[in-house]
């Protein structure tokens, strides 16, 4: 993979880590071989591409393979592997499942510091990664009322945010620290559905979310079906499509009526959906 030029077996090791702490698991069972594994939807081929290609170049083994209708799944089968990547993070278990949270929070945490000694082409390299497994770019045109002085007004704006998914307090404070080490701004997200009032973090100053979005992930995942109006549609083309309007010489409108403001929000929508579909076509020529 283009993006992985140059780095050597350490670096590649800790991008593996990364994996492991968003969206993979480690099995260090003292009975049997220790693996690591990654399962995900059946269309994220991509990210078992890069899973697999991260074996080879540190231990020169394939991951094995399972697919089904519903999902993928890869599994790397290395004790060694796996001792390697538990002094990079003690822990890889990043929520308390059926544990008492106050004695999973007494436990030795995950972590990502061991990404604070690399140079920023690692390090974005390791935010990409998150992107790519549990991030999303939220871009949207969005319509609403003002009341100034007894007079209404409609405010149409098209409106941006980086998301990265973590409720691990300790993975989202090294997430913020890996976002100041490479020059973006990061707040908490909260979100009271989680075990821990935590959602992960976001960036949403524009000047942030274009260079993010210049970025992008690594892989041309698509977005899930969690998200009913881009479900199917890569991260990659929302990136590139958010940066072409980011570029228009006006994102903001006021309107005295609502319907005009509908009017052109409708328009708006069908244009962006458009742009979408546009780069996935070119992608995938």
Known sequence: MEEFGGLNKKQLLKLLAVIALSDGTIDKHKKYMRSITLRTNKNSVGQHDMF?????QIINKNAGNIKSKKFLCSRIYST????????LSPSYKTTPCKENKKDF????QPTLSFMFNENKNV???ALRMWFDFEGTLISRFRLCKKFDRKYFSYDLAFLYDVFLAESNPSLVNDLIKLCDNVGFKAVIKKDPRNWIGIGGIKLYGKSDVIKFSEMGPITDVKVSKKSPRFSGFSKKSICLSTLEILKWKKIHWSFDNEKEGLLLKQELDKKFKEMIKKYDLLMNS
């Open 52 to 56: 697999n290609y991260l074996s080879n």
């Open 80 to 87: 060694e592997l796996v001792k390697k990547l538990l002094k």
């Open 105 to 108: 929070l007494s436990k030795p």
């Open 123 to 125: 390090q974005k390299l």
